[in-house]
């Protein structure tokens, strides 16, 4: 199943904030920061990657539901759950 380019801006916004975040947490491992504050930021990045995730998924859910077709859907809808569980 493709995805709508454009429902996905947000998530490639979600992704590249990620990107930035987890250059940052490079960038305070290399300085030696404190680790209280890299587990914190590793923890933010985590979370916007699971959300990224599973905005996917529910978009892929939302075209199966939007768009049934007999044994195709139920085959969507099995392999869409499967993919949620890998999130969570």
Do not use: W, Y
Request: charged share 25%.
């Amino acid at each position: 199943m493709e995805l709508d380019p454009e429902e996905m801006n947000h998530v490639i916004n979600r992704i590249k904030r990620a990107q930035g975040q987890l250059g940052g947490v490079i960038r305070m491992l290399e300085e030696g920061r404190d680790c209280e504050a890299v587990v914190t930021q590793l923890a933010a990045v985590s979370k916007a990657l699971d959300r990224a995730g599973f905005a996917v998924v529910a978009s892929g859910m939302q075209h199966c539901l939007a768009n049934p077709s007999a044994e195709e859907s139920s085959v969507d809808v099995k392999r869409m759950e499967k993919l949620f569980l890998t999130l969570a």
